[in-house]
């Protein structure tokens, strides 16, 4: 055992061979370990609050890496090779199910259908499926046919210290009766008063209903399924090294305060969309099926956030209320700003943040005071609670023909059209005891006089009165239609396997204006122009068995990809504008791979190499050197994903496994991207594209020195150890992860030449190395990595009637909460618009997050 | 059939003994406000001994304020007025200036939104122990130290946390009656005695005035009217008036009405009456403030 044990090892390190995939690069089913998997991660995510900290689904049955990587590594929110989800599609039964507008997969849509989400199909990047030509990031495709559930009931109970703390579950599947029928249900709860971070709530109900008729013998099946998963919950907000320093806790949350004694959450998700899925499959021959489907969803997802007007950001993490605000921790030479009068602000601000926990939370009781203040002088809301809606109709209908022409060749073929409604609009939700407020831009006011018809954010409406379920700021459809093509090609060729894929498309988007804004009157009330893109690609995969259980494996594929509706419009809450030069995404990738497989040891080695051109970002934010809050877009962007992939698992006895994985990857931009914004106090575009009236400014922010930002939010290196032991019904299984590498999301305006030089100018001599930036001023902000060991043991019962089974899993069982899993650089300026030098440095505070600390969950489940 | 009741009512027995009470933390929709009874701004406990009237602070630290210097103060003095100054349109920032039967004074604070909580007409009780008085071009303020980037250091805006264990909300009053002043009388005033009160100017016209031009802008980034003529000094546009050349108008870039044009013809405004090295500079706390027969 020993020698193997070392073996392993040694071809794990050694070996810049490449192990790899598979004999058969069909899309597989799913493994026992997915349920498992899909718990951990929905108990232990954010749910797409903000979509980038989502994990890629993926799973194999053939690559040992991928099979576990996205189960093991979710408690830091591993991406598949660090690509963004929307190159991770996801389907049901056959539909594809990534949102139209962002192309990313929301959670939340099948969120506590655990026992629905188990049934699925699944294909690597580089393996043929039969539902589309497979995603670069992995392909799923859950069945939702009632008929294809597991039969009987099913309970399970839970309780967790994470996102929610219990959980309960019931599960029936009546499997086809005589007459063809098959029915299922499913309902289950999610709820937590607190969970894992204080001061959120968690409370999600979801159902699932369906019903399945078999007709002609099985020679036809209809099936209808409907589900939905109205949760409301509550948010942690991010916070810089040294809030959570003075708080003393890594998980301090500045989202909530205390009102009346009780903690509130001013961050509250409401997010429901009952879906519908209506699926005919037609066996037409032995050999031949059609599968179409009609897929319609109503998405409401509603986020509120505490706003200001005419006031200090009142979230006790804004700067000026960090103690570094006052003294310049970071600099000894700067006397300025450390003087002894700045020492004893620190010291002010420091005690008020450790004196008591209702300091370093959100003060309502002052919002409301300060709100009935200006009540009686007329005035509007000073602080209110305002809720950003986006909500969806989506309707797609998609059909597939999977033909097997003989025993070696298999053909596949079919087609998707899908339309998108996206409407996007602000509400006030809570004037926190204030009369009223005005639907006026105030970022413009002052730039523009009181009664100029700039200030509107609704022309229409001038001065509209807002008060609460209102709608103000914006309003506006996003309209997004896609069609497309696809054919799958299989063949075995003796010793080789192979398929040739390909896909077309086209989209069309289109924004329609509900508000007429006073920056752009005439450019943003209806319809926009329609963008038009005709898109597609091509793939290759292949793997031949060499014999002796070693097969190599090799993928191709480019494709030309439309760029999302989530980034093509340059400023859409305020004109009807398309970013400049919008272009369809060229996507060229490869994989090599290696597999060795016998009686007791699979073993892959994977190398992939991904190359992207024509990316476009978007990203809003506050910009102090334009003193505005200002649309950011980033065009002709180029990105190369690459890196080395192993798995070993060695079967060390018939019970006992021993599991090594790794990768060491990059993933970052390979030029220079263009950049654009626009300031949302003036309307005002600059950068790439637009002629730069010199004197105003602002000038010089052509180009994004972003060359070499990586991709933030998982960690490029990542390695595990695990030892398993299944037997006699018990299962353990140990864990120890490593994590490194993991960057967090850079900001696009400190990487600009106006930006460095306004930093020269207010007196920081570093800026420059002779001619050029000083590279450590740009240098990407790192999240610390590290060590995170998990376990889980669970026991299965059988009884007389049904059975049971209980589970214990713990993540971090070591509490390390020092693992960084993802976070953002500041995009303000440590200086003033005045070129002083502040004390705070942005640039040295960024914000993060971090995984949990010791959390586990119980689950006892009972099948009858 | 049996089944599907049967599936339903399991359901039902989940939803209705599964959910957790949230009413404690979030569920709420509806949060009542806190009844504000006691004030959760300031320090309520402090009294009101060892009161000075604001005439007999100044004097005692005279040669501080007229020499621009500072002084910590270190003795137990409060201080009683009402607020006649605020940011509420953004042309006063970081500054509220409080008035009693005996003079004004300026009192800087590091915090936006101050006259939500300082509104015309509060009655306030200010502890100055341990916080600095200084002149700033001769006008008295009540801060704390702030060193330039030359070294100088004045006395400044004190940081949010510290005001508010200086102060303690008293309640509203009457708001304090603006003294009228003719321009041609101005040379008459006081500055000692007189600055940081609030005065209404009356019979001014606006030197620049021609409907284009506006109260205050960037020069830098701003093409309106004769903004490429003006200078920023600390923020601000000084506006002249025909009448006086030892009085001007000065406005933040950053107020609301920053953008509105100058007045045409002859008008009064209402306004704190700020002493900068022996010239007037009126501060209009809000728009309403300007009374010109265009206005009205």
Known sequence: ?864 | MKKILYIFMAAACIMFTGCIGGEDIGFDDDWNAPDGSNAPYGDNSIKEENVMSIAAFKEKYEKTITSNGYKLIDEDIKLKGIVTGNDIEGNIYSQIFIQDATGAITICIEQGGLFSYLPEGQEILVSLKDLYIGGYGTQPQIGTLYTNKNGNISVSRMNRVRWQKHFKLLGMKTPVEPEELDITKIGTLDSKKECGKLYTIKNISFRDANGVNIFAMDPETSNVGDAKTQKLLGGCINRNIKENNKFVVRTSQYADFAGMPLPQGKGSITGIMTIYNGTWQMLIRKYEDIKFPENN
């Open chain 1, 1 to 864: 055992m020993q020698k193997k044990l070392k073996l392993a090892v040694i071809a794990l390190c050694y070996s810049p061979l490449v192990f790899a995939q598979t004999d058969n690069s069909q899309g597989q089913k799913a493994s026992a370990m997915t349920e498992q998997a899909f718990t951990f991660t929905e108990a232990q995510l954010g749910e797409d609050d903000d979509m980038s900290q989502n994990v890629s689904i993926i799973n194999s049955n053939n690559n040992v890496y991928a099979s576990e990587v996205g189960y093991l590594f979710s408690p830091v929110r591993f991406r598949y090779r660090a690509f963004n989800q929307k190159y991770n599609d996801v389907f049901i039964n056959g539909v594809p199910m990534n949102d139209m507008e962002s192309g990313q997969f929301r959670y939340s849509l099948v969120g506590g259908l655990n026992q629905q989400t188990r049934n699925v199909e699944y294909a690597l990047p580089f393996e043929s499926n039969g539902f589309s030509m497979s995603g670069m990031g992995g392909s799923n495709n859950y069945n939702f046919r009632p008929g294809s559930f597991a039969t009987g009931h099913r309970v399970t109970l839970s309780g967790a210290n994470r996102n929610y703390q219990l959980r309960a579950m019931y599960t029936y599947n009546s499997g086809f009766n005589n007459d063809g029928w098959a029915f299922s249900a499913n309902l289950t709860y999610r709820g937590a008063k607190e969970g894992y971070v204080e001061g959120t709530f968690y409370n999600a109900l979801s159902y699932f209903l369906g019903v399945q008729k078999m007709f002609d013998g099985g020679k036809h099946s209809l099936s209808f399924s409907t589900w939905g998963n109205p949760t409301e919950r509550s948010t942690q907000g991010p916070a810089t090294d040294e809030a959570l320093w003075l708080a003393n806790d890594k998980y301090y949350n500045p989202y909530w305060g205390y009102q009346n004694g009780k903690k509130r959450n001013s961050r509250i998700v409401n997010d429901f969309a009952p879906s519908a899925l209506l699926t005919w499959d037609w066996n037409i021959d032995d050999n031949t099926k059609l599968t179409t489907s009609l897929f319609g969803k109503y998405g409401m997802y509603k986020s509120t956030k505490l706003n200001y007007n005419n006031s200090d950001n009142p979230h006790p993490t804004y700067w000026k209320n960090m103690p570094s605000s006052r003294f310049n921790v970071w600099d000894e030479d700067d006397v300025t700003n450390r003087t002894d009068q700045n020492l004893a602000d620190w010291n002010e601000q420091y005690n008020y943040w450790t004196s008591s926990k209702g300091n370093r939370q959100i003060n309502w009781d002052r919002l409301y005071f300060s709100n009935q203040g200006v009540n009686a002088q007329g005035a509007d809301a000073m602080y209110f609670i305002q809720a950003k809606h986006n909500d969806a109709l989506t309707l797609t209908l998609a059909s597939a023909l999977n033909k097997q022409i003989d025993a070696n060749k298999k053909w596949s073929a079919g087609l998707s059209a899908g339309t998108n409604r996206g409407r996007h609009y602000q509400t006030m939700e809570d004037l926190l005891g204030a009369n009223i407020y005005h639907n006026i831009n105030t970022y413009a006011l002052g730039t523009y006089a009181i009664d100029d018809p700039r200030i509107q954010y609704d022309l229409n409406n001038p001065n509209g009165i807002v008060r609460e379920g209102d709608k103000f700021g914006y309003n506006y459809d996003i309209l997004v239609n896609r069609g497309q093509l696809w054919t799958n090609y299989v063949e075995n060729f003796g010793a080789l396997h192979y398929y040739v894929a390909a896909k077309a498309g086209y989209t069309t988007m289109q924004r329609d204006g509900k508000m007429r804004n006073g920056l752009a009157a005439d450019n943003s009330y209806g319809k926009s122009g329609k963008a038009e893109f005709f898109d597609g690609g091509v793939k290759f995969g292949s793997s031949l068995n060499l014999g002796r259980g070693n097969t190599v494996t090799f993928g191709l594929g480019y494709e030309l990809r439309a760029p999302q509706a989530s980034t093509a419009f340059a400023s859409p809450e305020i004109n009807n504008d398309f970013v400049l030069d919008l272009k369809n995404e060229r996507v060229f990738s490869t994989e090599v791979g290696y597999q060795h497989r016998n009686s007791w040891l699979h073993a892959n080695v994977n190398a992939y190499y991904s190359r992207m051109t024509n990316v476009t970002e978007w990203q809003n934010f506050f910009y102090d050197d334009a003193n505005s809050f200002t649309y950011f877009s980033l065009t002709g962007g180029k990105k190369a994903y690459y890196g080395v992939e192993a798995g070993v698992d060695i079967k060390v006895t018939s019970a006992f496994n021993v599991m090594l994985l790794g990768t060491i990857s990059d993933a970052k931009n390979i030029n220079n991207s263009h950049m654009t914004f626009m300031e949302s106090k003036s309307g005002e575009y600059h950068g790439y594209g637009y002629t730069e009236t010199p004197g105003n400014g602002i000038y010089d922010y052509n180009t994004c020195y972003n060359k070499d930002m990586r991709e933030s939010g998982t960690p490029l290196t990542a390695a595990s150890l695990g030892l398993s032991y299944h037997k006699g019904g018990w299962f353990i299984d140990l864990n120890c992860n490593w994590y490194d590498r993991i960057y967090l999301s850079y900001a696009p305006n400190m990487r600009a030449l106006k930006t460095w030089e306004a930093r020269a100018a207010s007196g920081y001599d570093d800026t420059w190395v002779g001619d050029c930036v000083n590279p450590e001023i740009i240098d990407q902000q790192k999240g610390h990595g590290g060590f995170m060991l998990d376990g889980s043991i669970g026991k299965s019962i059988y009884l007389k009637h049904g059975s049971l089974s209980i589970n214990l899993m713990i993540t971090n069982i070591l509490n390390n909460q020092n693992i960084c899993t993802g976070g953002f650089e500041q995009s303000r300026s440590s200086w003033t618009a005045s070129e002083n030098k502040r004390a705070y440095r942005f640039d040295r505070n960024p914000n993060k997050f971090y995984a949990y600390g010791t959390n586990g969950m119980l689950n006892i489940a009972y099948k009858f």
